[in-house]
């Protein structure tokens, strides 16, 4: 940890080094608010685009840090849709809505 | 108290090593299996009369040849069943018998109708003695229901006491009959022939004469239910089991044709016609013994044997069933025997279908007594048939003469099935018909469900267990020591837990998120908004999308519960735990499992 300068680093940058160290305070399935915080600008507009209805509820980690889970919901539904880490701090904004839609999509949540 | 109650109704638990000891007397064996069969004495005769009567009263001296011919059908039928009790000593139901000789659809067609006609015999006997009973005092007439019921259930729990038990409770009501209704034909007869009773009207034979016959006859055939007992109960006997049950079997058949032939003679000689109020029987004894105290053991003993009628299902039921269960026919747990050595799920189940049958007919079952004769007699066709199949296949000695005797049977009892379906058919032996196919068609299923299981637990395409993610979801009310155990708890079988709290009336989210960093912070928190004030619906949601984000991960639920100091606590608690286990119970990779907190008080 100590060899990276997290509070300099951009978003997806501070993400991408978050996957394998954790930012300071993270438990192995926990995020500290910061990476939350950045998760959650980049897919929270994404679903607004979307389907407006959809509310962004929290970000889960597994223990292995690979897999993210963005739990929504849309009324009383809980849904929980999940992406690599790698692949989402890699992708473009495009991509991430194209792969959040074809989630949705396969629930019937969202019309193709 | 529930152990106290239950040896307190059925009594102290048996060993296994003294299944031996449970095993019946010959005398036991009567008491057993012959109450059913006696108790047709009460009511034949009449029935035999009121096909008649449709000729008119000239026509009940019909009744007498009809008898005849039905008492010899009994001797053909002892007979036929003796030489089965020899050759299957272990158990030759007509169940047994049709499936090994004549296929496995035959035993099951043979099966179907004795376990319909086990539940028709308690439900409808139980209701002619209670009828019996109301008749002589009125005032219980409003009761009839209650009082059927309350009969089914003390002949069950003597059942589940032990077949000995059941044997040695019946013994003094049975043998009051076989006594009480031996009396009555030995003094109705001398009485006749000294003289004491008016000549019978004789009637000339017409063209319809062999019409009433068969007409009579189907409905006089009410007498023989119960011959099969014996035969399927064999196990029940002491050894040698086939000769203790042989000797048995012509007792019961030696006092059912003395009855019968007596009965239906004596209501020749005093004219006795069937009419509303009193039993042909009744009019007998009446007229035999005047109505002084005789006549009163009588009417006694008959309303017990009708009651006690049920006695020899409860003996018959559970066993054809724990061998139907055997052979994967039936729910598995109608072969298991209880504490007291009998099959105790069987008897239950028993009792419960046919308390329930008087309850819905609202004690009037006499209209199912024509669906009675069809499903017996269908099942002594194909017992008999079965063993002729069995003599022609394994031709021990003497095996032709077995085979003809067999052969006659199996004649005489399909004579009598296609009579009784042909006449009883609009009278109700068509729901036999649709019943028995219905029947067959679920043994089969049940049997499919087992097959089904054994090869999707078979380890013939097992590959060794990979190694496997636990997810883990712990659904929180609130923040307390038992949500804590439980947390504390999910942590030590996985790294990966989730608290989930489902959020109702709009409760400050905020502060519980608050209050949770600050005791559990390390497990991450999902809080879910019910708009709907559900928590079933958002969990089993949630855990399903856990299911789906982590598909190759086992999802474990922990449900933190406490368990109050009183049972009544309980009452004050609501239920969520339960439900949602029962809610869990059918999703698949999904494991429920509870952190319980015992309070002290």
Redesign the interface.
Known sequence: MGRYDLASVEPREYLFLCIRTGAPGDSPMQLGPQAKEHIRSRVEPVLQQLDPQLEFIEILVDSARRQLGFVLQKDDRPIVLGMDWLIFVAITEPELKQNLATQLETRGLLRP | MWRWLKQLLIGRPLETAVLHEQRLSKKAGLVVFSSDNLSSVAYATEEILLALMIAGTAALTLSLPTAIIITVLLVILVFSYSQTLYAYPSGGGAYTVAKENLGVTAGLVAGAALLIDYVLTVSVSVAAGIAAITSAVPALYPYSVQLCVAAIVFVMLANLRGVRESATIFAVPVFLFIGSGLLLVFVGIGKSLSGGHPEPVSSAWTAGTAYLIVRAFASGCAALTGVEAVANGVQAFKPPVSRNASITLYTMAAILGALFLGVTLLSRWYQVVPREGETVLSQIARNVFGSGFMYFVMQIATMAILVLAANTSFAGFPRLSSVLAGDRFLPRQLANRGDRLVFSNGILFLGVVASLLVIAFQGKVHRLIPLYAIGVFLSFTLSQAGMVAHWWRHREAGWRRHMVLNAVGATATSVAVLDIAFVKFLHGAWVVVIAIPLFVYAFRRVRLHYFLLGTQLSLGDYEKPKPR?N?VVVPVADINKVVLAAIEYAHSI?????ALRVNLDHADRREFERRWQEWA????????????R?IL??VL??VE??S???PEDVITVVLPEFVPARWWHELMHNQTGLLLRSALLFKPRVVVTSVRHHLAR
């Open positions: 993610r997810t996985s790294a990966d837990v989730i912070g390390d497990t991450p928190l999902v809080v879910l908004n019910s708009p709907y559900s619906r958002p949601q949630f999308e856990i789906r984000l982590r």
